[in-house]
């Protein structure tokens, strides 16, 4: 049920800062994230997550995997542009695995590392031991 990563809906490589919000989710780098609504880098052009089959993103939805989504400055989920800058559906922008190891996503928190993003690397460093 994982997304492949397909060209952006606004056909054209985005470099933006992006509103996300961290969801509910087993994914060891967002634990200490839940609820929080970041700002991030976006820089891409295949950014949209595309279902392999009809109902996949539901599907992870329902089971609490899609770790991060795009929103807006009110805290809705972002379907269009440009607060959903790769138009991906329910603004999913990453997912995880059921036990939380594996984490996909789009958005770059590694080039804001002075910033509020940096609780995804200490969790996981947490994780490791």
Same mark, same amino acid.
């Given at each position: =049920?994982?997304?492949?990563?397909?060209?952006?809906?606004?056909?054209?490589?985005?470099?933006?800062?992006?509103?996300?919000?961290? =969801?509910?989710?087993?994914?060891?780098?967002?634990?200490?994230?839940?609820?929080?609504?970041?700002?991030?880098?976006?820089?891409?052009?295949?950014? =949209?997550?595309?279902?392999?089959? +009809?109902?996949?993103?539901?599907?992870?939805?329902?089971?609490?995997?899609?770790?991060?989504?795009?929103?807006?400055?009110? $805290?809705?989920?972002?379907?269009?542009?440009?607060?959903? +800058?790769?138009?991906?559906?329910?603004?999913?922008?990453?997912?995880?695995?059921?036990? $939380?190891?594996?984490?996909?996503?789009? +958005?770059?928190?590694?080039?804001? +590392?002075?910033?509020?993003?940096?609780?995804?690397?200490?969790?996981?460093?947490?994780?490791?031991?």
């Amino acid at each position: =049920r994982w997304p492949r990563f397909a060209r952006n809906r606004s056909e054209q490589f985005e470099a933006r800062r992006a509103l996300v919000e961290v =969801r509910p989710s087993p994914s060891i780098f967002f634990r200490d994230l839940v609820g929080a609504r970041l700002g991030i880098v976006v820089s891409h052009g295949e950014g =949209r997550a595309a279902e392999r089959a +009809p109902g996949d993103l539901a599907a992870l939805a329902a089971a609490g995997q899609v770790a991060l989504g795009f929103v807006d400055g009110h $805290g809705r989920v972002a379907e269009r542009y440009p607060t959903n +800058p790769n138009g991906s559906p329910g603004g999913v922008t990453g997912v995880t695995t059921t036990d $939380g190891r594996v984490t996909i996503l789009m +958005p770059h928190p590694e080039r804001s +590392p002075r910033s509020d993003w940096r609780a995804m690397f200490h969790s996981a460093r947490a994780w490791v031991g």
